[in-house]
């Protein structure tokens, strides 16, 4: 009888589901939309979360972090002298190693000639780092050729990754090899190893740091790396971050200014990948979790709008013995029915959106979801389980609790479905008009920094990797460049002015003759720099190929003039790179911070001992025959430096890149907002035919006794615009907290300004006002007589 009961109450379900077969549909697909929002970011934060936990030792790797009042976060951008000098005074170090990514300052051209067929294999190595050899005594990377022993041990022996082997050598071993580096040092391949995926120190080629770099560099305090620290066995890294905090000012409180405020600080290397991005992902997880909140608010609405159709069916059940905890227990059951079919659903769209996904946020999820299935079911187990009984769970009480009596009650409007409908759509409206707010103000955001002054000009710049055979012919090949029609000017540097990443200490004697000291950011340039990016002057002279003594000189900008302090900074002298420099001129302020951040003070050095650190060749051409340029100016690199891996973009892409993640916000709240206004409209559409529905009497008579279709349209919308209203008034203020947050770590920031909030209202109140009204007006302009037949 038991089994027989439980049959027919399965039955009755997939009959009842069948027979609503639209809101059921509806159901499946809010909630596959939420599963499916949920699981990729799941599958993104774990991505991201996981990087550097399979290094081996792992808890024992660290970074340093030096803080400073103009950098609270920290910078991992560390003094050479530094790192040994922290060794030696701390004995809880077991192990560090100096690291310095060798391609930020210098062109790294890499060169195999084969010896069978003597051709020339040459790449423009992007990331060439440079290490002490206990570098894989730390980064216990797995070896495919050598290992960890005996590699770096020789001043020009070289370790590659893996992918990196393969490009120059194929499938032949790589063992023993030798390559060329920038057509002067012959490197020895002494071990290869399989970098894995989901590590922050990647690179294709690591040489050791002492041969590239001299003996006073690696001592001195103004040349800077990445320094990776393993502890020893035991060591309690907080305990040990406090004895190293106020190291400047306890053991070199000459070495900075301010020593008292600079600190230092371990970061455990498992925490490195999200340290400095941690509000992107937390919107993606708000992102996540607002989708799949308007998904179960929407399973909410719409089972307890089904409710006045139920109440015959649950006042029979209970006259005949039901308890309203079986009753529930039957509805929860039902919940998991439509759960597990979402979660299905919810899988393939999970699998399908990633592409979409790695667009919008630029993360590629599909690799660690292949490679971590389990994980995957066992997520979307917990998942569905979480949704199952917060979804569920309000609507089985609700229909639980309808009264046997309510099977006679024919005349009688039923309202255990719809209770709590207002309070339902409000927190829908509510989380719609936040995420519309924020898109809004994203977008804002995004289209300020795109129109924001660069302070120089950006267009048809082409910026192609130097070499040293290219830099000691730099004149004739600016010569020869020149007198392509189509090419306006020619300079070479360390970086465009954007983005600049590289800093270095700069001194001087202030008036009232105190010295000064501070960290500049800086480019080395050759004359025409200013003039090639249509950068204006404010003060003084711009570097110039007839004026070889002032080249000898320094440009500064106009923050660094304020810095300086001096009323008229012409003629005054820094120390830069240990030489006195005059300031021959001041150029006016440029975006030089990565666009998010205010300008620094910047300092340019066209000095000809310096120019072995200029790193790429830029061009500015003119619009006309841009392909036929191209090629005239490869052709023209070519003669010069035959077998150079000619490469080039234009820097208007690099500016690009440097804004492409407030793109990416802007798109993913685009599509967040989208998703939610559907699925918040599709929950009313189902509310309203429900509402209208039990209210047919009512609008009959009213139109027997002479009221229009605009009224009854009127009387049916006012409880959906209050509803509307009380959102707007709580969204603002919470929006504009989440908005606040959002931009307190951006430097280059627009204002908030009270209309976007208005628009936001404006746009979800109009989607619901349309809406509701095209469902009142159905019922506004149905015939009463038949409203009124069966009563």
């Given at each position: 009888m038991s089994q027989q009961l439980k049959l027919a109450e399965f039955t009755a379900l997939f009959r009842f589901l069948r027979n609503n077969g639209t809101f059921t549909a509806m159901n499946v697909a809010g909630l596959a939309f939420g599963f499916a929002c949920a699981m990729l970011i799941i599958l993104h934060v774990k991505k991201e979360s996981t990087y550097n936990s399979e290094i081996p030792d792992s808890g024992r790797i660290f970074q340093l972090l030096e803080k400073s009042p103009d950098s609270p976060l920290g910078n991992t951008t560390i003094s050479y002298a530094l790192t040994p000098l922290l060794a030696e005074t701390f004995p809880e170090i077991e192990y560090y190693a100096r690291t310095e990514n060798y391609s930020n300052f210098s062109s790294c051209i890499v060169s195999y000639q084969s010896p069978v067929d003597k051709t020339l294999l040459s790449f423009n190595e992007s990331s060439f780092y440079l290490a002490d050899n206990t570098l894989f005594e730390i980064m216990q990377y797995p070896f495919v050729e050598g290992s960890e022993n005996n590699v770096l041990k020789d001043p020009y022996s070289i370790v590659l990754s893996k992918e990196t082997a393969e490009r120059y050598f194929g499938k032949e071993p790589a063992l023993g090899k030798s390559l060329i580096f920038n057509n002067k040092e012959i490197f020895t391949v002494t071990g290869v190893v399989d970098i894995p995926v989901y590590v922050s120190f990647q690179f294709s080629m690591v040489a050791p740091i002492t041969t590239l770099r001299s003996t006073s560099k690696l001592k001195g305090w103004d040349s800077n790396g990445e320094p990776y620290f393993k502890l020893k066995t035991g060591v309690d890294y907080k305990e040990f971050n406090q004895k190293i905090a106020h190291f400047y000012s306890e053991y070199l409180p000459d070495q900075r200014n301010n020593a008292e405020h600079v600190t230092l600080k371990f970061l455990p290397i498992k925490e490195r990948?999200?340290?400095?991005?941690?509000?992107?992902?937390?919107l993606l997880v708000f992102i996540g979790f607002v989708v799949l909140t308007i998904s179960m608010l929407n399973y909410i609405n719409m089972s307890t709008s089904l409710a006045q159709k139920r109440t015959a069916e649950i006042a029979l059940k209970k006259i005949t013995g039901a308890s309203k905890r079986r009753i529930g227990w039957q509805y929860m059951?039902?919940?998991?029915?439509?759960?597990?079919?979402?979660?299905?659903?919810?899988t393939v769209l999970t699998y399908a959106g990633m592409p979409l996904f790695k667009i919008l946020t630029g993360s590629d999820v599909q690799p660690y979801f292949e490679s971590h299935i389990p994980f995957f079911i066992m997520n979307a187990f917990w998942l569905w389980l979480f949704v199952t009984i917060l979804a569920g769970f309000y609507p089985a009480i609700v229909l639980s609790g309808v009264r046997p009596l309510t099977l006679f009650a024919k005349n009688k409007q039923s309202h255990a479905g719809i209770r709590s409908k207002n309070a339902v759509i409000t927190c829908q409206f509510i989380i719609s008009m936040i995420l519309?707010?924020?898109?809004?103000?994203?977008?804002?955001?995004?289209?300020?920094?795109?129109?924001?002054p660069l302070g120089f000009d950006n267009e048809l710049i082409m910026q192609v990797p130097f070499n040293d055979d290219l830099k000691s012919t730099y004149t004739e090949l600016r010569d020869a460049l020149t007198k392509i029609p189509t090419v306006k000017a020619i300079c070479a540097a360390s970086s465009m002015p954007a983005g600049i990443p590289n800093h270095s200490g700069v001194s001087w004697i202030d008036e009232n003759g105190n010295k000064q000291e501070e960290s500049f950011g800086f480019a080395i340039v050759s004359d025409e720099y200013t003039q090639t990016?249509?950068?204006?002057?404010?003060?003084?002279?711009?570097?110039?190929?007839?004026?070889?003594?002032?080249?000898?000189?320094?440009?500064?900008?106009?923050?660094?003039?304020?810095?300086?302090?001096?009323?008229?900074?012409?003629?005054?002298?820094?120390?830069?790179?240990?030489?006195?420099?005059?300031?021959?001129?001041?150029?006016?302020?440029?975006?030089?911070?990565?666009?998010?951040?205010v300008v620094k003070p910047m300092i340019l050095s066209a000095h000809p001992d310096n120019q072995d650190f200029t790193k790429y060749l830029y061009v500015s051409i003119l619009p006309q025959n841009i392909t036929g340029t191209i090629h005239d100016v490869e052709k023209t690199i070519r003669q010069m430096a035959p077998g150079f891996p000619?490469?080039?973009?234009?820097?208007?892409?690099?500016?690009?890149?440097?804004i492409s993640e407030i793109k990416r916000l802007d798109n993913t709240f685009l599509f967040a907002s989208i998703v939610s206004i559907i699925?918040?409209?599709?929950?009313?559409?189902?509310?309203?035919?429900?509402a209208t529905q039990s209210r047919i009497k009512e609008i009959g008579v009213r139109k027997v006794n002479g009221a229009?279709?605009?009224?009854?349209?009127?009387?049916?919308?006012?409880?959906?615009?209050?509803?509307?209203?009380?959102?707007?008034?709580?969204?603002?203020?919470?929006?504009?907290?989440?908005?606040?947050?959002?931009?307190?770590?951006?430097?280059?920031r627009t204002t908030?300004?009270?209309?976007?909030?208005?628009?936001?209202?404006?746009?979800?109140?109009?989607?619901?006002?349309?809406?509701?009204?095209?469902?009142?007006?159905?019922?506004?302009?149905?015939?009463?007589?038949?409203?009124?037949?069966?009563?």
């Open positions: 990948r999200l340290y400095y991005n941690k509000n992107p992902l937390y059951q039902e919940t998991a029915l439509v759960c597990l079919l979402g979660i299905l659903a919810g519309i707010t924020i898109c809004l103000m994203v977008h804002r955001q995004y289209k300020y920094m795109s129109g924001m990016f249509g950068m204006e002057m404010a003060l003084g002279s711009e570097f110039v190929f007839d004026k070889p003594e002032e080249l000898k000189g320094v440009i500064i900008n106009e923050t660094a003039a304020r810095r300086l302090s001096y009323d008229n900074p012409i003629g005054k002298q820094v120390n830069f790179w240990g030489k006195e420099n005059p300031v021959i001129g001041v150029v006016k302020d440029f975006q030089n911070n990565y666009l998010f951040n000619f490469e080039y973009h234009f820097t208007s892409a690099e500016v690009d890149d440097y699925l918040a409209l599709s929950g009313l559409v189902a509310l309203i035919y429900h229009n279709s605009a009224r009854i349209i009127w009387i049916l919308n006012q409880s959906y615009l209050r509803c509307v209203l009380v959102a707007f008034i709580i969204a603002c203020p919470i929006a504009w907290i989440i908005i606040t947050e959002m931009l307190a770590g951006i430097g280059n908030i300004t009270w209309w976007i909030f208005v628009l936001a209202g404006l746009f979800v109140g109009s989607a619901a006002l349309i809406t509701v009204s095209l469902q009142s007006w159905r019922a506004a302009t149905r015939n009463p007589v038949e409203s009124l037949r069966y009563e």
